[in-house]
Structures are given as C-alpha cells and as structure tokens.
C-alpha cells in the first residue's frame, strides 16, 4: 500500500499528460460539467450570470455586432446565443457533445443561426475566416506552452487579418495562493466523478520556477475501474503573456482587469487582453 500511495503522489514532470478531454466529456463527468455551466450564482465551469450579461454588453459595444465571432471551448453557448441573438454571425467550437447538445437544443428554440461544432480547437481548422476570436474562462492557461503556440499559429490561419482574438488568464497573484496538498475524499463533489462509489485521491503540485499548478485526481471506483485527471494551469505576468503572444504573431492592443472591459488593475487575480496580428 506505502509503494502504491508512494506512486500514486509523485510528482510528474511538467506538462506530462493532457487529460482536458477525459475531464470536460467523460459521460460520468459531462453532466455535472454542464450543472456547473448551468448554475448562474457560481464561478465554476462558467462564470455567474452577471458577469455573463456584462461580458456579452461589453463585447457588443467593443467590436459591434456586424461581426463572424469564433468562440473556443464555447461550452453550452452562454456568450455565442446572446450574441447570436443581437445579430451576431457566431460559431461555438467545443469537444463536449453534452455541451454542445444544450447550447444547439437553445439555438433551435430561440431560431438562432448559431453554428456549434464538436471538436478539439487544438487542430481544428475551419474552411471560413473570424473578426473576433474568444477563449473564454482562463482555458489558455490549462495549455503547455507548445499547445499554447499550436493554437495561436492556427488562429491565425483564420482571424481576419484586422480581427481581434480575446483572452483571459489567471495572473501571478493567483499563483502565490496555491499549496502543495494530498487528500483523499469519498464520493467527492457528490458523484461528481463517477455514480459508482469511489475514492478520489487529490495530489496538488506547484513548480514555482515555471509557475505552473497541477491538481491531479485519481479516481478509484467500487467497480475496479480507475482514472487519472491532470488540470495543469499556467500563471502570467501581462508582459508574460504580452511576450508570448508577440513570439506567435500577436500584438496586445488591450490590457483589461476582466472581460467586462475594465482597464487592467495590477494584483487581480485574473486579467485579459484583446489583441490583434502583427502584419508579417
Ligand atoms: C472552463 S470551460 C469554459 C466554457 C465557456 N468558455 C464559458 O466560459 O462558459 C472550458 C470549455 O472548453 C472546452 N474545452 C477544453 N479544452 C478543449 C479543447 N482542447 N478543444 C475543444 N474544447 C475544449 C470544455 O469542454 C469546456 O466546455
């Protein structure tokens, strides 16, 4: 038991497994996903409806809604049917078929034109060119670097070449809270990870020098079937981040505290930029 513990919370090397696809559409875990989404009052999965409605008000008037807009990791739709509805031409892209399913299901009933496809954005590559491109939640930071520089080089394949992509992150301050931890917790978050019983062992990493966390979840159920989850986020200084979107091509037109537009106050724990390609 020691050696299998041992093993289980050994610290991997950086970046060494991307499990995003298992965690956001694993049919156990799908459902809770999309009651996260769901849930208006918390910042989980998607941000709470207020934030939501400033975000969508903002994004109109920043950039009018005579717009293509390109959502990635669009999720349920909670800023593509929006903006569909003010006249926006959007396109939701997300690997999560449960997602997906409830954002087309809301489309249809509200006889919006919004396009949603099932893929993964880390090599999807669409046939049509955006104005805006979003990457909504902080999803940038759940990427390595080579992934980080993947995306962008396709981003730009099919931004416009005056359009605009938008992201946010989590920032250096959210870092500094971080702990080294290892629990176990029965049927934690409520059968969030699986109906079966279970034991979810939860092994959470910094590396301070690549400030870089890691909550890795080992689920153990009843029934002998096990899983490992790697959620790796990334933390940026905006000159960070400003550099490395520079290195893909990209020049940081806006600096914002949040996506509802607000100029950038440093300490946040979050921050977001609005830039746009460099002419090469
Ligand atoms: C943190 S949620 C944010 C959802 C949405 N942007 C929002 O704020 O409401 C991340 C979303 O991205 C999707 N996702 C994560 N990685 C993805 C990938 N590589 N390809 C496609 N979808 C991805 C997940 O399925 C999930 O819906």
Redesign the pocket.
């Known amino acids: 038991m020691y050696f299998e513990l041992k093993k289980i919370c050994e610290r991997p090397s950086l970046w060494a497994e991307?499990t995003?696809?298992s965690?956001?559409?694993h049919p156990d875990t799908a459902p809770g996903?999309l009651d996260f989404?769901l849930n208006s009052e918390l910042d989980i999965?998607?941000?709470r409806a207020v934030s939501?409605d400033a975000t969508v008000d903002w994004l109109t008037s920043r950039f009018g809604v005579d717009i293509a807009l390109c959502?990635?990791?669009?999720?349920?739709?909670?800023?593509c049917s929006p903006l569909a509805e003010q006249g926006m031409r959007v396109t939701g892209?997300?690997?999560?078929r449960h997602?997906l399913a409830h954002a087309r299901r809301r489309a249809s009933r509200r006889k919006l034109t919004a396009r949603y496809i099932?893929?993964?954005?880390?090599d999807?590559q669409p046939d049509s060119r955006f104005d805006l491109v979003?990457?909504?939640?902080?999803?940038f930071c759940?990427?390595s670097p080579t992934?980080r520089q993947q995306?962008l080089a396709n981003i730009r394949r099919y931004l416009k070449p005056d359009g605009h992509l938008l992201l946010d992150v989590y920032s250096i301050e959210a870092f500094a809270i971080k702990e080294e931890r290892c629990e176990v917790e029965h049927n934690q978050l409520n059968h969030f990870w699986a109906r079966d019983d279970y034991y979810a062992l939860v092994a959470s990493f910094v590396y301070p020098q690549e400030r870089v966390s890691l909550d890795r979840y080992s689920i153990f159920e009843a029934n002998g079937q096990e899983r490992t989850i790697y959620n790796w986020l990334q933390y940026f200084t905006p000159l960070e981040l400003k550099q490395e979107l520079a290195q893909a091509g990209f020049e940081t037109v806006n600096l914002l505290s949040d996506l509802t537009g607000k100029p950038y106050q440093p300490g946040s724990t979050e921050f977001a930029v609005v830039c746009r390609q460099m002419s090469s």
């Open positions: 991307y995003a696809e965690l956001w559409t996903m989404h999965a998607s941000r939501i959502d990635l990791g669009c999720g349920p739709g909670l800023y892209v997300d690997f999560s997602s099932q893929a993964n954005y880390l999807w979003t990457l909504i939640m902080c999803d759940a990427l992934q995306l």
